[in-house]
Nanobody, 124 residues
Framework: QVRLVESGGGLVQAGGSLRLSCATS????????MGWFRQAPGKEREFIAR????????YYADSVKGRFTISRDNAKNTLYLQMNNLKPEDTAVYYC?????????????????WGQGTQVTVSS
């Protein structure tokens, strides 16, 4: 099993920044890709960004490209999402996830392990 615990969410004004963290533990060697998703009220969970744990390559949804940055500190077993220039439409519960697949893996069903989520609220 892989355990994921997010932190760092909160309330921020539009134009502000937040950094989310996702602490990982357990059988992390079985995973190859980690990603961030978000889910706003009444909407489906959507892909934001992913990073390959083997190559370090990253991929972003168009909605966050240029504003969000995904990264990982292998020594700390922690995944990050730096979010800049936040907009009210970024308001959602943010989830980190881990996949045993390789490749782009941008769909919810591609991921095997999920955190509990952290709320991000952006006020206008």
């Amino acid at each position: 099993q892989v355990r994921l615990v997010e932190s760092g969410g909160g309330l921020v004004q539009a134009g502000g920044s937040l950094r989310l963290s996702c602490a990982t533990s357990g059988r992390t060697f079985s995973t190859f890709v980690m990603g961030w998703f978000r889910q706003a009220p009444g909407k489906e969970r959507e892909f934001i960004a992913r990073i390959s744990l083997t190559t370090g390559s990253t991929y972003y949804a168009d909605s966050v490209k240029g504003r969000f940055t995904i990264s990982r500190d292998n020594a700390k077993n922690t995944l990050y999402l730096q979010m800049n220039n936040l907009k009210p439409e970024d308001t959602a519960v943010y989830y980190c996830a881990a996949s045993i697949k390789t490749g782009y893996v941008t769909e919810v069903y591609d991921y095997n392990y999920w955190g509990q989520g952290t709320q991000v609220t952006v006020s206008s």
